[in-house]
């Protein structure tokens, strides 16, 4: 029998204009079943599970140097999707750690050892990663690297 695994969507949210990841959010699940079955799952959920996902403060520590439309060279929270990539692990960490926080804590109620749990993610947790483009009207669509 197969135990729950705590899998993870996760979307960046690239900004058209400048190109630079602003936002992350991300949603968990509970998936039970090999990992083909989970990557199915989770790539189907992804294409519209974005609307509940969380937003996560993981990128305002990060500034980027970009080239604004008057020529300008300034900074903006975020970063380029390839900078997301290099710093993926440590992304990964926070986005689990910020989620967690809100897990439910379960009573097992075993009648000679109640106790209560926790889920959580395994140190490799399993995830899909999705990037989706926002136009100026706030439209997001896949955006393919």
Known sequence: MESPETCLNIWCIVDETTGVVYRIAARAYVLKGPDPYKS??????????FHLARDLPVLSKFRTRIVDGAGQEREVN??????????????????????????????V???????LYQMGFS????????????????DLVPFEQ
């Open 109 to 115: 109620a075993d009648v000679n050892k109640p106790r």
């Open 78 to 107: 975020g970063l380029f999707p390839s900078d997301v990539n290099a710093m993926f692990a440590n992304i990964l960490d926070m986005v689990c750690k910020e989620l967690e926080h809100e897990f439910p804590t379960r009573l």
């Open 123 to 138: 140190p490799q947790p399993y995830y899909v990663l999705t990037y989706l483009i926002e136009n100026a009207r706030g």
């Open 40 to 49: 199915e799952t989770l790539k189907r959920l992804s294409s519209a599970d």
